[in-house]
């Protein structure tokens, strides 16, 4: 049956339809419980900064696994890994749907992650392999897209489906897309060759995976530990110990679970750069604008996840124009102006009260929309347009980890600025009135977006200076 698939003049969209399938889910998940979260936290009695860490934990894991499980995928066979991914999520979708208690929950969005991590792995390695030539910029820049759409989608969706069937309905639906989409990858995707002469990178998976985790963990727990506590010290110098041992020794071992060598060529390493500020400015509104949303102007969930909704249409819409003109003009043009767009629109959303009008706010989220499309795109081709053909799925799973890294980042920083400023607004108020309490918020909410505006800004700066890709880096032996 797949030789007669493989045959077929557009076999390799079927490949791209497969992956992009699971690549959309797995980044879906990633936000769409952003604007459950009040729900959830009244539903299982939990305050912001335990319910943070549904989101937190599932970008966590992906985060410190994804590594792991593109090399996995080199040795064992990426349609493997990519399946079996699916498996995993599904399984953990399910538990997150049942879940009675915060805990559990969090426990279960682990799992969900841990499948969700085989995919994104893979899904971009794949794609690379059905596209050889000059499609392959394109194409791998359209995973880009889904990726961006997949993260923005969430909070719309979320919000119709919460409003509808309540919170454990934004898990469940996940059921029958993953069994099919696990046979649909069994049935089109191909084998591919196993390298099993080739020695795994335990040493460096494990180092890698504690340096993370200790890195993300204290900007998620800083402001609840204390910056200059015990335990926040401790955290930060395990990570800062476990990278610098992790990059020392990827540089000495033969077959590496990360090449750090793309990292010396200046387009790769500034697109990468301009990607991660991207998402961390994004995901430092998406967190607390469903908050705002629903504690400030009490809108039902239903009511959040449309005026939210503006964004993603607005980035399908301008994505694949964006992508296309990338390759007329210096991607640099778009990716700044784009980087542009998203800072004005974020400072905006920095100023808003409770009096804003609702038509304000969904043109904002439109205009960053505009902002993010006309850079998601034009960024991941310029990034795979750097690297040597053989190394396009070491690069994109490279760029995969630096997406998730600044979704993780923007959230805890997000989170970390905006309570500390609410509680230095209470600080001297023993009993707030509920005017009092809305300022707080109003306050903390302003600066985190003021913050993530500065990290928008940050990444058009990188954005400008880059370079187009003249020359790729060539083939260094070993």
């Known amino acids: 049956m797949q030789e007669t698939l493989q045959s077929l003049s557009y076999y390799r969209w079927l490949v791209f339809g497969v992956t992009v399938m699971g690549t959309f889910m797995a980044t879906l998940d990633s936000s769409i419980v952003n604007v459950a979260l009040p729900i959830i936290a009244t539903e299982l009695g939990a305050p912001l900064t335990t319910v943070q860490w549904v989101v937190t934990a599932y970008l966590l894991t992906i985060s410190s696994l994804l590594p792991l499980f593109g090399r996995a995928g080199d040795m064992l066979g990426r349609r493997k890994i990519f399946t079996t991914g699916f498996l995993i999520f599904t399984a953990g979708s399910a538990l997150c749907g049942f879940s009675f208690s915060i805990k559990l929950l969090i426990a279960a969005r682990v799992l969900q992650a841990i499948g969700a991590a085989m995919i994104m792995a893979n899904s971009q390695a794949l794609v690379a392999g059905a596209f050889p030539g000059k499609d392959r910029g394109r194409a791998l820049g359209m995973v880009g897209t889904v990726v961006a759409l997949g993260s923005m989608t969430g909070p719309s969706l979320g919000g119709l489906l919460v409003g509808s069937l309540g919170w454990s309905s934004i898990f469940l639906i996940n059921l029958p897309i993953g069994i099919v989409a696990f046979f649909a990858g069994q049935l089109v995707l191909p084998k591919g060759e196993k390298r099993c002469e080739e020695t795994f990178d335990f040493a460096g998976s ?273």
């Open 206 to 478: 494990a180092l890698f995976a504690i340096g993370m985790l200790s890195l993300l963990l204290v900007l998620s727990e800083g402001h609840e530990w204390g910056w200059i506590s015990r335990a926040s010290i401790l955290s930060a110098g395990t990570s800062l110990i476990a990278l610098s041992v992790f990059i020392w020794y990827e540089k000495r071992v033969q077959h590496p679970m990360i090449d750090l060598s793309l990292f010396h060529h200046w387009p790769f390493l500034a697109g990468n750069l301009a990607g991660l500020f991207s998402f961390m400015a994004m995901f430092s509104n998406n967190l607390l604008l469903p908050f705002y949303l629903t504690d400030l102007l009490k809108l039902t969930p239903a009511q959040t996840g449309l005026l939210i909704t503006p964004f993603p249409i607005v980035l399908a819409i301008i994505a694949p124009v964006s992508g296309y003109l990338s390759e007329k003009v210096s991607p640099a043009l778009l990716t700044t102006s784009g980087l542009a767009i998203t800072t004005a629109g974020l400072l905006f959303l920095s100023t808003i009260t409770t009096e804003v009008p609702l038509w304000q706010i969904a043109a904002c989220q439109a205009l960053l929309g505009v902002g993010n499309g006309l850079f998601q795109s034009p960024n991941n081709n310029s990034v795979l347009s750097s690297v040597a053909p053989e190394k396009l799925g070491i690069a994109a799973g490279l760029n995969a980890l630096v997406r998730n890294i600044g979704m993780v980042s923007g959230t805890a920083a997000a989170v970390s600025i905006f309570e500390f400023q609410r509680r230095m607004m209470l600080a001297n108020v023993p009993s707030p009135s509920g005017a009092e309490q809305t300022s707080a918020f109003l306050a903390g909410y302003h600066t985190a977006l003021l913050a993530g505006a500065c990290f928008a800004a940050i990444a058009a700066i990188i954005s400008l200076n880059r370079r187009s890709p003249v020359s790729r880096p060539k083939k260094t032996a070993r």
